[in-house]
Nanobody
Framework: QVQLVESGGGSVQAGGSLRLSCAAS????????MGWFRQVPGKEREGVAT???????TYAASVKGRFTISKDNAKNTLYLQMNSLKPEETAMYYC????????????????????WGQGTQVTVSS
């Protein structure tokens, strides 16, 4: 059974940095797409970044140049380094995983991912 467990959320002032981690277990496929999404109560879940098993990455326009998605294959852990955080980026951040496909090189939507973590809260104060 695939499990994704996020950690690393917290409170930070605007301009600060956080690194989120997503520990994956039970994944038996060699090829995959993994990503980070975020959601504010009352709004739709928004894609932040994706990374496939070839190392191809995509970013939402709003985070490009500030966020970096990476993966430590030895630890089977996905990361999201977030720099220059803004108050409007306060949200619950979710890790997601799915089979590799063309969707991943285009960012992917919520429906493309079959597995989700429980989320980790990020709060950015002004």
């Amino acid at each position: 059974q695939v499990q994704l467990v996020e950690s690393g959320g917290g409170s930070v002032q605007a301009g600060g940095s956080l690194r989120l981690s997503c520990a994956a277990s039970g994944w038996t496929y060699r090829r995959y797409c993994m990503g980070w999404f975020r959601q504010v109560p009352g709004k739709e879940r928004e894609g932040v970044a994706t990374r496939d098993s070839d190392g191809w990455t995509t970013y939402a326009a709003s985070v490009k140049g500030r966020f970096t998605i990476s993966k430590d294959n030895a630890k089977n852990t996905l990361y999201l380094q977030m720099n220059s955080l803004k108050p409007e980026e306060t949200a619950m951040y979710y890790c997601a995983a799915g089979l590799q496909g063309a969707y991943c090189k285009q960012g992917g939507g919520e429906a493309d991912f079959g597995y989700w973590g429980q989320g980790t809260q990020v709060t950015v104060s002004s």
